[in-house]
């Protein structure tokens, strides 16, 4: 059971929003392949409420110490998504930044978080209902106070340790030309968050002619400082602070690790769903080895996919087998064609017989087991003195059938069937 928890936030526009939207509804192809059951989703989407909440308002509201209260909050807002509901996410964010301030030059529009709680946390509506609270306050605390305007955790899924969150940061800037005015901005606070953990370093420019970085000094000679918030800084520091978020909130409870931390300067922003589909196919694929390994226990350990790979195993074990025999059988019918074709007539003709004569004997077979069960049942039905009379009529239209035999006639008028063949 895993213990890490992970966090990954990526900024998107609208189409990728309608995207997430069918999602949700299930209307998209990977919602409908990873879906094993009917339940509905839980949904944190205050805005879709008849008392929605002022943004504006809530921007300004004083912030509270009270972790418990904030949850309790939060928590109060949560449902089953209703199944008529038609408020969206992008409705929500236009709720959301209504009356806002946004940057002409921005191209996106709101942020998708993927929030992944330790997998050893039990499975209940209680617990996700609790998880969904929890990451709904983070990045509100997180990112400046007012952030989340839709959040989700899926139920019809195996995976039922992620939260999605989609928010947009609203907070107030004061200037002195315009006063206080409330501005949306996608970056503010990551950028922010990065430089409060991890400060200044010194500028570095590589050489063209060495490949290496040199450090970069003023005129005077000092060491020029650069803030460490690039993405890299940005992604390290929201894992630092979700993990210590989940120590603080799950910890007494539960044992939690910090995930993974990147190695290399590759990009960190994995969409939320490619990286819960990278986590399930890495669970899925550790659980494939387990079962196909041939010293695996018969008591396995518990796994949201054990029974699933089971099915998937014995389906290959089934296929296997069947590939093996229609082989075989392949390799049969191959060898008697090449006998065949390496005889001369008379040992074709004598193959030939002998294939006939085995058909015959199967027919036979079949016919006498019919019969016997025919004169079974004519016994509990007929009784005896119409059984005789059965039986003589049949031996004398027998004996006059015009395909037997004199000799055949009469051999066939002179035998009585033994006891175990009488009607």
Known sequence: MG????????????????????HEDRLDMAGTRRSINDTPPLVYSPYASMSAPSPCDETVKKRTEDRKARLNAIRSKIEEKPKNRNFTIMDARAAHVAGAKISKAATKLLLHGFMQFPT???????????MLSIAVDFINETYGGNAVFHARLDRDEVGQHGVDVFFAPRYEKHTKSKGVEQWISLSKFSKENARARYGK???????????????????GGKPVQ???????FQGR???????????????????????????GADPDRLSPE?????????????????????????????????EQIAKMVAGARGE????????????????????????????????????????LHQTVKRQSAMIGLLQETLKRLVPNGLRTQIRDAFDRAWSRHPTNSGAARAQSSSCKLDDTHKL
Request: glycine share 6%.
């Open 3 to 22: 213990k890490a928890g992970a966090a990954r936030v990526k900024a998107v526009d609208a189409g990728y929003a309608g995207a997430m939207q069918d």
């Open 201 to 219: 370093r010194q500028k570095t420019v590589k050489n063209r002619k060495t490949g290496e970085f040199d450090p970069v000094f003023d005129r």
């Open 226 to 232: 650069v803030w460490n918030d690039a993405d890299v």
């Open 274 to 306: 490619e990286y819960a589909l990278t986590q399930e196919q890495e669970r899925f694929q550790n659980e494939m080895k387990r079962q196909l390994a041939s010293d695996v226990p018969v008591q396995a350990a518990e796994s949201p996919y054990a």
């Open 120 to 130: 050893n946390i039990n499975i209940s509506e209680h617990n996700q209902r609790a």
């Open 320 to 359: 296997a087998a069947e590939i093996v025999l229609r082989a075989r059988e392949g390799a049969e019918v191959n060898v008697r064609a090449i006998t065949y074709s390496m005889l001369n007539d008379d040992g074709r003709e004598f193959l030939e017989t002998k294939e006939e004569n085995r058909l």
């Open 237 to 263: 520091a929201l894992q630092d602070a979700w993990f210590e978020h989940l120590k603080e909130t799950v910890g007494n409870k539960f044992e939690v690790e910090r995930g993974k931390r990147k190695e």
